[in-house]
C-alpha cells in the first residue's frame, strides 16, 4: 500500500484563504439601485460570499447591482396568501409561485410545500464554468433562485470550478472538451461576476442576502482515496446505471467516460457538503439535472444513515427548459447562444432577438417564467391579445424590456431602446458613439479612409460604400428626400460630408430610404 496525496479532480491546487476584498474595477455609484423613487425603501444591502476561498482566492463583498425589479417581483406575490415563520416573519409559498407560473417541472417529495409554508432555508443552484457567460436558458435558474429569495429563502449560487474539470453528460451526446486550467478559471470568474451583480439585486433590506460558493474550495483538495472511502462507498452502481444521463450515452456510438459517470456523485457531494456546512435543504435546476438532484438527495440520507445521525429531509426540485412551443430549445441565434454578458452579447441584440423571435404562442409564457411581473397583468395582457385594438408586438416589447432591465440594468435597456429607435425606417433619432456601436453587426458596414469622407460630396461617400451603384442613383435619392446623415435628411444633391458631421470624429450612419442603411466607419 502506498500514501496518495493525488487531489480528486486531477491534481488542482490548493487554493489559500485570504481577506475579504471589493470588487474591482466596480465603484459605488456604479452599483447604486435605479429603482426610480425606491432607493430610500430598496437600500443598499450587500451580497456577501461566506469566509472560505472564491475565485480569486478571497471572499468578495458587492452592493446590489443597478436597475431594480424588487419592486415588481413583490407586488406579484402581494396578493397571495402568507402564513409565518417561527420568527413571525411572513412566509409565501414559493412551490404554488413557481407552479403557477409554469417553474415546476418535479419535486422530489410534497413534502416540501409544507415546509416552505412554515419555515425559510437556504437553497442552490449550481453553475458550471463551460464558457465565460451564462446565456439565455441559465436565466431560468437566476430568476428561480431569486423568486426563492423572494419569498424569504436564503439563495446559494454554486460555482463548479471542481466539476467543471469533469463535465456534466446531461442532455449531451459526447464528451465536453477539456479545458485548460487557465481557461476554467476565467469562465468562473466571469460567471461569478455576473451572477453576483444578478442576484445582489434581490438584496433589500426585507429579503436575505445571496450566497457564492465554489465547489473546488472542498473538492480541490480533497485526496482520491478519502473520496472513494467517504462517498463512492456509499454510491450504488445500478442506479448510476439508471439514470438518463447515463444510459443514453451509454447506448450511443461515443460512450460514456469513467471521469463523466462520475459526475453525479461529485455533484451529489455538493449537496451533502451543502447541507452539512451551510444548511442547505433544496437544490434546482433544469428538468434534465433531475438524475444528478436526486443522487444527491439519496446521498444524504445514506451518509447520514451510516454516521449514525438521522438526516435532514432535503429536496430536489426541477423547472422547465426553456423551449418554444414546437418542442425545440428557445433561446440561440444563428451566431450562437443568446450570452447574459454585454461584452459577448449586447442588451441592443438580446432585445432585437426577443422581439423578433418570439412568437405569439410563446410570449405569455415566457413573460411568466423569464420576468416578475404579476400573473394577473400578464392575464390582462393575454385577454388583449385577442382584441381588434391590440397592437401587434406589444406583449414581445414588453418581455424584452423586462428582461433586459433585469440582466442588464436600465442602463443597458436605454441603449438598447435607444439603437432600436435609431435603426426605425425614417427615424429622425439624435445619435451618438454608444448607439451606434450596439447595431454594428446588424447594419451593413464599410471603413473608408479620411480623406474619402470628409469634403467629399455625399453622393461620392454613398457609391464609395455601397449604398448606392452610382452618383446618378445617389442624387435620385436625394432628390426624392430618401437620404439621411446621422438620421438628419438631406436636400441637396451638393451636399458635402464635414468634420462635423463624423460622430466622436469616426463614425457616419447613412440612409437611402427607410430601410436600407449603412455604418461607416472612417480610419
Given at each position: 500500500?502506498?500514501?496518495?496525496?493525488?487531489?480528486?479532480?486531477?491534481?488542482?491546487?490548493?487554493?489559500?484563504?485570504?481577506?475579504?476584498?471589493?470588487?474591482?474595477?466596480?465603484?459605488?455609484?456604479?452599483?447604486?439601485s435605479n429603482c426610480v423613487d425606491h432607493t430610500a425603501a430598496c437600500g443598499t444591502r450587500k451580497a456577501i460570499i461566506l469566509p472560505?476561498?472564491?475565485?480569486?482566492?478571497?471572499?468578495?463583498?458587492?452592493?446590489?447591482?443597478?436597475?431594480?425589479?424588487?419592486?415588481?417581483?413583490?407586488?406579484?406575490?402581494?396578493?397571495?396568501?402568507?402564513?409565518?415563520?417561527?420568527?413571525?416573519?411572513?412566509?409565501?409559498?414559493?412551490?404554488?409561485?413557481?407552479?403557477?407560473?409554469?417553474?415546476?417541472?418535479?419535486?422530489?417529495?410534497?413534502?416540501?410545500?409544507?415546509?416552505?409554508?412554515?419555515?425559510?432555508?437556504?437553497?442552490?443552484?449550481?453553475?458550471?464554468?463551460?464558457?465565460?457567460?451564462?446565456?439565455?436558458?441559465?436565466?431560468?435558474?437566476?430568476?428561480?433562485?431569486?423568486?426563492?429569495?423572494?419569498?424569504?429563502?436564503?439563495?446559494?449560487?454554486?460555482?463548479?470550478?471542481?466539476?467543471?474539470?469533469?463535465?456534466?453528460?446531461?442532455?449531451?451526446?459526447?464528451?465536453?472538451?477539456?479545458?485548460?486550467?487557465?481557461?476554467?478559471?476565467?469562465?468562473?470568474?466571469?460567471?461569478?461576476?455576473?451572477?453576483?451583480?444578478?442576484?445582489?439585486?434581490?438584496?433589500?433590506?426585507?429579503?436575505?442576502?445571496?450566497?457564492?460558493?465554489?465547489?473546488?474550495?472542498?473538492?480541490?483538495?480533497?485526496?482520491?482515496?478519502?473520496?472513494?472511502?467517504?462517498?463512492?462507498?456509499?454510491?450504488?452502481?445500478?442506479?448510476?446505471?439508471?439514470?438518463?444521463?447515463?444510459?443514453?450515452?451509454?447506448?450511443?456510438?461515443?460512450?460514456?467516460?469513467?471521469?463523466?459517470?462520475?459526475?453525479?456523485?461529485?455533484?451529489?457531494?455538493?449537496?451533502?457538503?451543502?447541507?452539512?456546512?451551510?444548511?442547505?435543504?433544496?437544490?434546482?435546476?433544469?428538468?434534465?439535472?433531475?438524475?444528478?438532484?436526486?443522487?444527491?438527495?439519496?446521498?444524504?440520507?445514506?451518509?447520514?444513515?451510516?454516521?449514525?445521525?438521522?438526516?435532514?429531509?432535503?429536496?430536489?426540485?426541477?423547472?422547465?427548459?426553456?423551449?418554444?412551443?414546437?418542442?425545440?430549445?428557445?433561446?440561440?441565434?444563428?451566431?450562437g447562444a443568446l450570452w447574459l454578458s454585454a461584452e459577448k452579447l449586447s442588451p441592443f441584440k438580446l432585445y432585437q432577438y426577443l422581439?423578433?423571435?418570439?412568437?405569439?404562442?410563446?410570449?405569455?409564457?415566457?413573460?411568466?417564467?423569464?420576468?416578475?411581473?404579476?400573473?394577473?397583468?400578464?392575464?390582462?395582457?393575454?385577454?388583449?391579445?385577442?382584441?381588434?385594438?391590440?397592437?401587434?408586438?406589444?406583449?414581445?416589447?414588453?418581455?424584452?424590456?423586462?428582461?433586459?432591465?433585469?440582466?442588464?440594468?436600465?442602463?443597458?435597456?436605454?441603449?438598447?431602446?435607444?439603437?432600436?429607435?435609431?435603426?426605425?425606417?425614417?427615424?429622425?433619432?439624435?445619435?451618438?458613439?454608444?448607439?451606434?456601436?450596439?447595431?454594428?453587426?446588424?447594419?451593413?458596414?464599410?471603413?473608408?479612409?479620411?480623406?474619402?469622407?470628409?469634403?467629399?460630396?455625399?453622393?461620392?461617400?454613398?457609391?464609395?460604400?455601397?449604398?448606392?451603384?452610382?452618383?446618378?442613383?445617389?442624387?435620385?435619392?436625394?432628390?426624392?428626400?430618401?437620404?439621411?446623415?446621422?438620421?438628419?435628411?438631406?436636400?441637396?444633391?451638393?451636399?458635402?460630408?464635414?468634420?462635423?458631421?463624423?460622430?466622436?470624429?469616426?463614425?457616419?450612419?447613412?440612409?437611402?430610404?427607410?430601410?436600407?442603411?449603412?455604418?461607416?466607419?472612417?480610419?
Open positions: 500500500m502506498f500514501k496518495t496525496s493525488v487531489a480528486l479532480m486531477h491534481g488542482i491546487a490548493r487554493w489559500q484563504h485570504s481577506a475579504t476584498v471589493r470588487l474591482p474595477g466596480v465603484t459605488q455609484s456604479s452599483l447604486q472560505g476561498r472564491s475565485i480569486f482566492g478571497k471572499s468578495r463583498v458587492i452592493s446590489p447591482a443597478s436597475g431594480c425589479s424588487h419592486h415588481v417581483a413583490a407586488a406579484a406575490v402581494s396578493n397571495l396568501e402568507v402564513t409565518k415563520d417561527s420568527t413571525g416573519k411572513p412566509v409565501h409559498n414559493i412551490v404554488k409561485i413557481l407552479r403557477d407560473r409554469g417553474l415546476l417541472q418535479e419535486v422530489s417529495s410534497p413534502d416540501l410545500e409544507k415546509l416552505a409554508t412554515h419555515t425559510t432555508f437556504p437553497v442552490y443552484c449550481g453553475f458550471d464554468p463551460t464558457a465565460d457567460s451564462l446565456h439565455l436558458g441559465n436565466l431560468l435558474g437566476i430568476v428561480v433562485l431569486r423568486w426563492f429569495a423572494i419569498c424569504g429563502h436564503t439563495p446559494v449560487a454554486l460555482l463548479g470550478g471542481a466539476t467543471g474539470r469533469v463535465g456534466d453528460p446531461s442532455g449531451k451526446s459526447a464528451e465536453r472538451p477539456i479545458l485548460s486550467e487557465e481557461h476554467i478559471e476565467h469562465n468562473v470568474q466571469s460567471i461569478q461576476t455576473l451572477l453576483e451583480r444578478l442576484l445582489a439585486q434581490s438584496s433589500h433590506n426585507d429579503m436575505p442576502t445571496p450566497i457564492f460558493l465554489n465547489n473546488l474550495d472542498w473538492f480541490g483538495a480533497m485526496p482520491l482515496l478519502t473520496f472513494l472511502r467517504q462517498v463512492g462507498k456509499y454510491a450504488r452502481v445500478g442506479s448510476m446505471l439508471a439514470k438518463d444521463s447515463v444510459r443514453s450515452r451509454m447506448d450511443s456510438e461515443s460512450g460514456i467516460s469513467y471521469t463523466e459517470f462520475t459526475y453525479q456523485l461529485l455533484q451529489g457531494y455538493d449537496f451533502v457538503h451543502l447541507q452539512r456546512e451551510h444548511g442547505c435543504r433544496v437544490q434546482i435546476g433544469g428538468s434534465d439535472q433531475w438524475g444528478n438532484i436526486t443522487a444527491g438527495t439519496d446521498l444524504i440520507r445514506r451518509l447520514g444513515s451510516q454516521d449514525g445521525r438521522e438526516p435532514p429531509q432535503c429536496f430536489g426540485l426541477t423547472f422547465p427548459l426553456l423551449t418554444s412551443s414546437d418542442g425545440k430549445k428557445w433561446g440561440k441565434s444563428e451566431g422581439l423578433k423571435n418570439t412568437t405569439d404562442q410563446d410570449v405569455i409564457r415566457y413573460l411568466k417564467v423569464l420576468t416578475f411581473l404579476p400573473l394577473d397583468k400578464i392575464d390582462a395582457l393575454q385577454t388583449d391579445m385577442q382584441q381588434q385594438t391590440y397592437r401587434p408586438n406589444t406583449a414581445q416589447r414588453l418581455l424584452a424590456e423586462e428582461v433586459i432591465r433585469f440582466v442588464h440594468g436600465e442602463e443597458g435597456l436605454s441603449a438598447a431602446l435607444s439603437a432600436t429607435e435609431a435603426l426605425r425606417p425614417g427615424a429622425a433619432t439624435a445619435l451618438d458613439a454608444a448607439t451606434l456601436e450596439a447595431i454594428a453587426g446588424d447594419v451593413p458596414s464599410a471603413a473608408l479612409d479620411r480623406d474619402q469622407v470628409v469634403d467629399q460630396l455625399l453622393v461620392q461617400v454613398m457609391v464609395a460604400t455601397g449604398l448606392q451603384p452610382n452618383k446618378s442613383a445617389s442624387k435620385r435619392m436625394i432628390k426624392g428626400g430618401g437620404v439621411q446623415v446621422n438620421n438628419a435628411r438631406i436636400s441637396s444633391e451638393e451636399h458635402r460630408v464635414t468634420r462635423e458631421d463624423l460622430i466622436e470624429g469616426r463614425l457616419l450612419l447613412l440612409a437611402a430610404g427607410k430601410k436600407n442603411k449603412m455604418l461607416v466607419t472612417v480610419t
